[in-house]
Structure formats: C-alpha cells, structure tokens
C-alpha cells in the first residue's frame, strides 16, 4: 500500500519536471534511428527485430537507465528528505520497491512507445510476433537490471554526478562482458572457463536468447534474482548509512 | 507520552549521545536546550525512529521505537531540523501524499490537509511549487506536514529557526496551544521562547542533562537571574573542548 503511494509520488515527479520526457524523446530517437541506419533494417530485408532493432538496447539503457535512476536515493539525500521518509510509518523495503517500479515504468513507457517499429515491421513482412514479444520482454528486462544497479549505486552517494558516473560504468561493463568482439579477445588471453564465467555476468547471454524468442527459465532466473540482489544491497546500504 | 530510557548513540569513538533519560507527559511542552553538536538532533532523530540507538529504548505512547517501530512512528509528527521537502511538488500535493503514507484517504484526507494548510497559514501558496517558496513558509509546510496526522507526540527540531519576528510569535502560540493536549518535545536555541512556550525544559551538554526544570525553577538556579547565564554556566563552548 505504502508503496503505490511512493510509486505514484515518484511517477509524478519524473513527469513534473522534463527527465522523463527528454530520457523518452531521447531513447525514441536513437532506438529507432540506430536501426534505420547502423541496424540496416530496410537493407537486409529480414522481417524480424533481432539484429536491426533489439541489438541496440543494451548499449542505449547503459546510458538511459543511470539517467532515470540516479536521483532516486541520491537526491532524497542530498535534500533531506530522506529523513522524512525514515520517519513515515513505511518500512525501507515498500520504498525502494516503489522507487524502483516507478523508474521502470518510465522505461518502459519509452519502451513500448516504439511500437510503430512492430507496425512497419508487420506491413513490411510476416515476421514472428511472438519473438518480438519475448524481444520486448527480454529488453524491459535488460533494463530493470540496470535500473536496479543505478539504484544501489543512488544508495551509496548523495552526489547525482557521482551516481550516474559509477552506475554508467557498471552498465557498460556488464554490456561489454557478453559482447562478441570482446570475449573474442578475452579467449586468446584466458582459458575457456574465466571466458564462460565472465559471458554469464554480462548481459548478452541472457538477452540475445530472449530477443530470438527463446524463452529459457534459467534467463528469467538469472535476471529476478540479479534484480532482487540490488534491492536488497540498496535496503542493506541505506539502513547501514543511518546507523 | 515520551518516555526516553538510556538512550545512547555512538559515533565511531565518538558519544553523541550518553545515556540520556527524561520523560514527557501529555499537556506537557518540553523545551531541549543546548549548544550545538550537543546531540539534541541525535537524541530527536533516534526518538523519531529515523536512527537506531547504540543502546537504550525510547517509548512513544508506550510503544517502543526500536522494538515496534511502524507504530510508533504513526503517533509522530516529526519536524526535522532543515525542513526538508520535495522541491518538485506543490505544497498540496506534498501534504497530500504525507497525508495518503500515514494512510489517510478520502474526506478524512481532504480534512487533514485543509486544516494543516490553514493552521499553518498557507492558504496563499497552496498550490504553488515548493521550490519557490520562501523560507518562512518552506518551514511551515514542513510543519504542517508534522501536524497533518494530529499526533500525539510532537517532536520539532528548531521549528522557529529561520522565521521572522512575527513568525515565530505565530509558531510558539501555535506549541503553546498544541501542547495542552499532546506531548511536545522541541529543541531551540532562542532561550526567551522556552519562557514564552515552555512548561518545562532540559539543557543538554555533550550528551547528558545539565540541568532540569520549569523555566522559573531553572531560572532561580542562574546566579544573575537569567536563563542565558544559566545556559552559559553548565554548558561548555566548543572552543574550550
């Protein structure tokens, strides 16, 4: 209960001040256009979104989820106003999982305003639908980890700066670690399991099978509980600051 | 109605606060004295359930702030020492989700936030941004916020700091009148408004009580009959320590 009510106060917030339109406007225009342009979806006329549209979300969240997500403890801490939240009758945990819908939804608002990409793709072709479901899923998904991560890193400063610096960084490297050209050069470095352990942190591993539409437990796994661990780093964060 | 037992806090190396004890009583205005650094904001966040004490128990209408803190912090309203809001929000729609997060809604809601906005005089601002007000009534919507609930317990951290002369006549008649029937603990530095508002006050120094009393008991303890010799006697100033 006490959740909805932060959820909707923060919901509120974003849309009270131009973040959320500039982050939307933003990832619209560069989503879309990377796959018009470097993406080749007119050129390669294959009527599906792996390649051209879905392959370029990871690497626009590692910017775009940091921006959403920075303000959310860093900026209740900086103004104070977490010491009126600290004496709300409302436990740490109903406000970060309120902080942290809220910051999705304004993703995944940007995400799902993408649609005319499924309305062309669809006049163009006959694509599998289906797989561009489980895409959208798996990208939402790509992103809520993100925005977990940034969480934790607001936790940790009361400097939005600093937050967006750390967690843009954290992105960026779980988005290298699965990247193709990457492990390449990591495997002529280094054995074959450092190679495997480093893949299964990053996010192409998880991602990619869910963009081509293969739904796998172990992914939907792997992304819960990466999710479920920053809540929980973010609640152990905040309760040790206050002691 | 504020029953405070021991209460320490901790710092590292550093003892904020020492085993502070003293109780409040319903109808009672408790003025908390003390220079700064003290740990009078210590002793109100801890009491507040915003920090958890090293050791000790503070008991709100009998509830206890480490044991049970939900219920407890709903018989709180709580002034912290800067006045802290969400900038991005109108003072209405700040009360309002003060109002919704201590569970009121409907026309108990819309009660509640009339008359916090109207015994805090902000019938003028109330739907003007937060970030634009001045301070006097950046204050008083912070306040108004504390009193939103009618709680029994006021806890106020300086709640005239900041405030013009007539300001913070308004607020010390608004304690005063409060204080008949709910218990009220607020920290000053002004030592005039513990004789004009106060039934009592404590003066605190490096984390204990220095001195106890009505405001004419204490002021029959100062050798020159002043409450400011009094304050100057038992407490040390920080370019001494």
Partial sequence: MSSLVIFRRELKSYFAQPTAYAIIVIFLILSLGFTFTFGEFMGTGDASLEYSFFFWHPWLYMLIAPAVGMKLWADEQRNGTIELLGTFPVSTWSAIVGKFLAASTVTLLALLLTFPIIITVNYLGSPDNGAIISGYIGSFLVCCTFVAITMLVSACTRDQVVCLIVSVSLCSLMVLCGYDAFTRALAKATSSATVEAVVSFGVWDHFSSLSRGQFRLQDFVWFVSFIGLCLLGTSTILSAKRA | ?241
């Fill in chain 2, 1 to 241: 109605m504020i029953e405070v037992a021991k209460l320490s806090k901790h710092f590292g190396s550093k003892v904020a606060v020492d085993k502070l004890s003293f109780t409040v009583a319903k109808g009672e205005v408790l003025g908390f004295l003390g220079p700064n650094g003290a740990g009078k904001s210590t002793t109100m966040r801890m009491i507040t359930g915003f920090i958890p004490p090293t050791s000790g128990d503070a008991k709100v209408c009998g509830i206890s702030i480490t044991e049970n803190p939900a219920a407890a912090k709903t018989k709180i309203g709580y002034l912290p020492e800067s006045a802290p809001l969400y900038n991005d929000m109108t003072v209405i729609g700040f009360l309002r989700f003060c109002a919704e997060i201590r569970s009121l809604s409907g026309s108990a809601k819309r009660d509640a936030v009339e008359k916090a906005i109207e015994t805090c005089f902000l019938t003028s601002v109330a739907h003007q941004s937060i970030d634009t007000l001045s301070k006097g009534y950046r204050h008083r919507t912070c306040l108004a916020q504390a009193l939103l609930h009618d709680p029994e317990v006021l806890i106020l951290d300086e709640p005239t700091d900041g405030l013009d002369p007539n300001q913070k006549y308004e607020v010390r008649q608004l304690i005063k009148r409060l204080g008949q029937d709910k218990a009220i603990l607020f920290s000053t530095h002004i030592l005039e408004e513990v004789e004009a508002a106060c039934t009592r006050a404590v003066i605190v120094d490096r984390g204990i009580i220095v001195a106890d009393g009505t405001p004419a008991e204490l002021i029959a303890q100062a050798p020159n009959g002043s409450l400011t010799d009094l304050f100057r006697k038992v407490t040390t100033t920080d370019t001494a320590a």
